[in-house]
């Protein structure tokens, strides 16, 4: 093994000079290292078999690992015999087929079994030694103590399972504060229809979109779909204060301005520091018993303005105005009315779904924007608030990943006139 | 086409000969038949396909609960047949897919001409008088250590998709399939394998049947190779000299001749 190239990368002379340079005699301790002692000593286990998998030599690190005398082996078991049971298995189904078809395998995780039947966790590399013509011949296998790797293994996955627990967890928690802040069924009117959707966009937070429809005490009946900026926790609080801040000023003063100027004071003094705010349509409905609709009067504080879906097949976006809530100390809000007769539907939604971004758009922005939106309602109408709420539920699907917001649809429908 | 593409059947061999349908078993996919493929293609159509949640079946088509029983892969063995309406096919059946080929033959009794069972074994797991081969608890190891292996496997088998430079007859396209599962999906499959219980399935086979089993084989065992032939009547039984739970592979000649010899008599 001396070094005769004088081009040698590590720059060992020729052998008349090993004085000067560093070769092997530099390591005096090399030479207790032949061949022979590196094999049987080697700090892996080394594994000669057969085809069929008859052990025909093996090392000494392996043995002693195993706690066989070479006699007990040699000739006399197949290496899957040292395997666990289970080992076993995986290795007449996928070790030794990959074995057979690609010629070699390497880093397999697997266990033996000592002699005294304790198991050790190592990582197995074979080749299959081809003779002159490439016939093979049999397989050699080297083996690697995997004690340590297979701790770490364990531990990462004990923390998967953790974290996936966590997950659980909070999907769970999230679901449940969610629910609390949508009614848990939707109630309808006598005489009229309803429908209502939402969608969050992630499982992972509470999204910031709510809406409510409740009677009141006298016949009519309070209504209202909202966004709170942001999301998460913050959102969810803000979310909570809205809307019940909305049913409990309906009870006093049933005036949906006056209930947007009393939320829009209210966020202003608990929130504008964090700059929170909502947008929000406010409605207080009228059930016009002897047409079989209702009139609605409506505020409504810097959302998407609503559509009408009338039983003609026209439609239309009923007009609003007023600023987003809770961003400046002095909004005033007005009341607008809305007449809904039978075979007509009102249809309020968050704008998750005008701003998403479905494949293939081709608006300027790739938004899905409002005028689209126009042309799918006037493809529904007339239609009835269960059909309408279906349809965008569909239409939702196909955005896919495009819709990055969570969103929110209500509609509330007079049934056509009976024949 | 629904059914080809989820179990991505391949039609090879001799069109218009008497059909064989080869199924693969456990662990790897419908290349472990690679080496059989030419001399039983040449007087026989074959039918390859890879069970879903292997080799290169759809993935979509995965469902744990339907797979979670050897009677789901029987099913989508049947609707293979009907979907290419395949009239009185062989089935060949290598490992666990003896037992899936025994459930569709009794379910539906015309389908098939003949059934081979390679290296059957109805139950893996000892019982009373009966020897399979293993205890719960090596079942319970190789389905913890499926579990447990999922880090170093799945990195273990990263080179075979970058392919194997001094073999390019494999293919890049082969390497990065053979015997390459889902974690997940192996461990169902896994489950339903060593977990079933087949035995009394056995008497009902109606069908010409043969045996191989391998002289050698840590799987199945030959005492299991002998409990399956008595246990089908006027069954044969053949014993090839070969080491391995996989004959196809490790004596490819000697189990196509077989194959063949029988088919051929079972034709006539």
């Known amino acids: 093994m001396t070094a005769t190239s004088g081009h040698d990368p590590r720059g060992q002379g020729s052998g008349d000079d090993r004085s000067a340079q560093p070769s092997e005699a530099g390591f005096p301790a090399l030479l207790e290292d032949d061949l022979e002692d590196l094999y049987e000593n080697a700090p892996c286990g080394h594994l000669s078999t057969l085809l069929d998998g008859t052990i025909a030599k093996i090392n000494g690190t392996l043995l002693t690992w195993l706690g066989y005398r070479r006699e007990e082996l040699v000739g006399q078991r197949r290496f899957s015999d040292l395997l666990t049971g289970g080992g076993r298995i995986y290795h007449e189904t996928h070790f030794a087929p990959i074995l057979a078809m690609q010629g070699e395998i390497g880093g397999v995780s697997l266990e033996l079994r000592t002699k005294d039947g304790t198991r050790m966790p190592v990582l197995v590399t074979s080749i299959v030694k081809a003779g002159s013509e490439g016939q093979p011949q049999l397989i050699r296998t080297a083996i690697f103590d995997a004690k340590m790797r297979r701790a770490y293994e364990r531990e990462l996955l004990d923390a998967r399972k953790a974290a996936e627990r966590e997950d659980e967890r909070l999907r769970h928690l999230v679901g449940k504060l969610q629910r609390s802040l949508l009614p848990a069924v939707l109630q309808t009117p006598p005489g009229l229809d309803s429908a209502a959707y939402y969608r969050a966009a992630s499982t992972d937070h509470v999204g910031g979109d709510f809406y409510d429809l409740f009677p009141l005490v006298d016949g009519r009946w309070g209504f209202f779909l909202g966004d709170v900026s942001g999301k998460g926790v913050e959102a969810a609080a803000v979310t909570a204060l809205a809307r019940y801040t909305l049913r409990a000023a309906t009870v006093y003063d049933p005036d949906p301005a006056a209930a947007l100027h009393n939320l829009n004071t209210v966020l202003w003094q608990e929130y504008r520091e964090d700059a929170r705010y909502c947008t929000v349509v406010f409605g207080i409905l009228t059930p016009t018993t002897a047409v079989g609709g209702f009139t609605a009067i409506i505020a409504s504080g810097g959302h998407p303005e609503p559509l009408l879906l009338r039983a003609d097949g026209s439609i239309h976006y009923h007009p609003t105005k007023g600023r987003?809530?809770?961003?400046?100390?002095?909004?005033?809000?007005?009341?607008?009315?809305?007449?809904?007769?039978?075979?007509?539907?009102?249809?309020?939604?968050?704008?998750?779904?005008?701003?998403?971004?479905?494949?293939?758009?081709?608006?300027?922005?790739?938004?899905?924007?409002?005028?689209?939106?126009?042309?799918?309602?006037?493809?529904?109408?007339?239609?009835?608030?269960?059909?309408?709420?279906?349809?965008?539920?569909?239409?939702?699907?196909?955005?896919?990943?495009?819709?990055?917001?969570?969103?929110?649809?209500?509609?509330?429908?007079?049934?056509?006139?009976?024949? | 086409?629904?059914?080809?593409?989820?179990?991505?059947?391949?039609?090879?061999?001799?069109?218009?000969?008497?059909?064989?349908?080869?199924?693969?078993?456990?662990?790897?996919?419908?290349?472990?038949?690679?080496?059989?493929?030419?001399?039983?293609?040449?007087?026989?159509?074959?039918?390859?396909?890879?069970?879903?949640?292997?080799?290169?079946?759809?993935?979509?088509?995965?469902?744990?609960?339907?797979?979670?029983?050897?009677?789901?892969?029987?099913?989508?063995?049947?609707?293979?047949?009907?979907?290419?309406?395949?009239?009185?096919?062989?089935?060949?059946?290598?490992?666990?897919?003896?037992?899936?080929?025994?459930?569709?033959?009794?379910?539906?009794?015309?389908?098939?001409?003949?059934?081979?069972?390679?290296?059957?074994?109805?139950?893996?797991?000892?019982?009373?008088?009966?020897?399979?081969?293993?205890?719960?608890?090596?079942?319970?190891?190789?389905?913890?250590?499926?579990?447990?292996?999922?880090?170093?496997?799945?990195?273990?088998?990263?080179?075979?998709?970058?392919?194997?430079?001094?073999?390019?007859?494999?293919?890049?396209?082969?390497?990065?399939?053979?015997?390459?599962?889902?974690?997940?999906?192996?461990?169902?499959?896994?489950?339903?394998?060593?977990?079933?219980?087949?035995?009394?399935?056995?008497?009902?086979?109606?069908?010409?049947?043969?045996?191989?089993?391998?002289?050698?084989?840590?799987?199945?065992?030959?005492?299991?190779?002998?409990f399956v032939h008595a246990q089908i009547a006027g069954s044969r039984l053949v014993t090839l000299d070969a080491t391995g739970h996989c004959p196809q592979l490790s004596a490819p000649e000697a189990t196509a001749a077989a194959i063949t010899s029988f088919c051929r008599a079972a034709y006539r």
Request: hydrophobic fraction near 40%; aromatic fraction near 8%.
């Open chain 1, 324 to 419: 987003i809530v809770g961003a400046f100390p002095d909004s005033r809000y007005t009341n607008t009315t809305v007449v809904v007769n039978p075979g007509d539907t009102f249809l309020l939604y968050s704008d998750g779904l005008t701003e998403a971004r479905p494949v293939g758009s081709e608006t300027a922005d790739g938004r899905y924007g409002a005028p689209a939106l126009a042309r799918f309602a006037r493809s529904l109408a007339p239609t009835t608030a269960a059909a309408a709420v279906t349809a965008v539920t569909a239409l939702l699907d196909t955005f896919g990943a495009g819709l990055t917001d969570d969103t929110a649809v209500l509609a509330i429908g007079a049934p056509p006139h009976r024949a």
């Open chain 2, 1 to 226: 086409m629904r059914v080809r593409n989820r179990n991505n059947v391949v039609v090879t061999g001799r069109q218009g000969g008497p059909t064989v349908v080869l199924a693969h078993g456990f662990g790897c996919d419908q290349q472990m038949w690679r080496h059989v493929v030419a001399e039983i293609g040449q007087w026989a159509q074959l039918v390859l396909f890879d069970h879903v949640g292997s080799g290169k079946a759809d993935p979509a088509a995965w469902d744990a609960d339907r797979y979670a029983s050897l009677d789901g892969y029987a099913d989508d063995v049947l609707s293979i047949c009907q979907d290419l309406d395949l009239q009185q096919p062989v089935f060949v059946g290598h490992s666990v897919s003896s037992s899936i080929g025994v459930l569709a033959a009794n379910r539906e009794p015309d389908r098939f001409s003949a059934l081979v069972l390679v290296t059957p074994s109805p139950c893996y797991i000892d019982d009373e008088n009966y020897r399979g081969g293993f205890t719960r608890d090596d079942i319970d190891d190789l389905l913890g250590s499926l579990e447990s292996n999922y880090l170093g496997w799945s990195s273990s088998m990263a080179p075979l998709i970058m392919g194997n430079p001094e073999r390019p007859e494999l293919g890049e396209e082969l390497t990065a399939s053979f015997c390459r599962t889902d974690p997940a999906m192996a461990q169902v499959f896994a489950r339903a394998t060593f977990l079933s219980d087949n035995r009394a399935d056995l008497a009902a086979v109606s069908v010409p049947t043969l045996i191989l089993q391998c002289a050698q084989d840590a799987i199945a065992p030959p005492e299991v190779g002998a």
